[in-house]
T-cell receptor, first 113, second 117 residues
Framework: AQSVTQLDSQVPVFEEAPVELRCNYSSSVSVYLFWYVQYPNQGLQLLLKYLSGSTLVKGINGFEAEFNKSQTSFHLRKPSVHISDTAEYFC???????????FGQGTRLTINP | GAVVSQHPSRVICKSGTSVKIECRSLDFQATTMFWYRQFPKQSLMLMAT?????????EQGVEKDKFLINHASLTLSTLTVTSAHPEDSSFYIC?????????????FGPGTRLLVL
């Protein structure tokens, strides 16, 4: 079984500042890792995913994440945020060969002008 | 590509009635579809996994007789909330995957907000 912990429920930052949203996971098997973004009253949109290979993954909207196996982390980063990045961000994990996605609790990113 | 739609986007119904929500993969064949439930300011909780042509697999604590799932084709899955009650009010989100597992990513629909009066 897998579990995901997003360490911050809310992250407020100023526009054009850098941001890091933290995600740690636990699993007894190898995993695939995902970050999704949810805008108000909408479904989830895939930001990026780690399947294998390079541990630094680049996604849409200028986001990137780094898989750290020893620390079982998959933190999401963006060097300069924009007002439009205000949303809920979910980290998710899936065991290899499994179908089920397990989500973290979500982090609400608020961008202040 | 990889677009998933849901219908309706919002529904209000009276307590005791049944509500059907459709989930469609528009530009790919979805061997597997998933139904999630999301309460306000909370994460997504998987309700069930359905593979085309077979019975859905429900998560622990989800009543299969209350939440009927049908995945009759590779592009359509339906969730029927039977005899809905106010506590069933929630945001229901479906996702679809083109394969049965492995590397395939789940693509999410826009969600359906259900309000039971």
């Amino acid at each position: 079984a897998q579990s995901v912990t997003q360490l911050d429920s809310q992250v407020p930052v100023f526009e054009e500042a850098p941001v890091e949203l933290r995600c740690n996971y636990s699993s007894s098997v190898s995993v695939y890792l995902f970050w999704y973004v949810q805008y108000p009253n909408q479904g989830l949109q895939l930001l990026l995913k780690y399947l294998s290979g390079s541990t630094l993954v680049k996604g849409i909207n200028g986001f990137e994440a780094e898989f750290n196996k020893s620390q079982t982390s998959f933190h999401l980063r963006k060097p300069s945020v924009h007002i439009s990045d205000t949303a809920e961000y979910f980290c998710a994990v899936r065991g290899r060969g499994a179908q089920k996605l397990v989500f973290g609790q979500g982090t609400r990113l608020t961008i202040n002008p | 590509g990889a677009v998933v739609s849901q219908h309706p986007s919002r529904v209000i119904c009276k307590s005791g009635t049944s509500v059907k929500i459709e989930c469609r993969s528009l530009d790919f064949q979805a061997t597997t579809m998933f139904w999630y439930r999301q309460f306000p300011k909370q994460s997504l909780m998987l309700m069930a996994t359905s593979n085309e042509g077979s019975k859905a697999t429900y998560e622990q604590g989800v009543e299969k007789d209350k939440f009927l799932i049908n995945h009759a084709s590779l592009t359509l899955s339906t969730l029927t909330v039977t005899s809905a009650h106010p506590e069933d009010s929630s945001f229901y989100i479906c996702s679809a995957a083109p394969g049965t597992g492995g590397r395939e990513t789940q693509y999410f629909g826009p969600g359906t907000r259900l309000l039971v009066l």
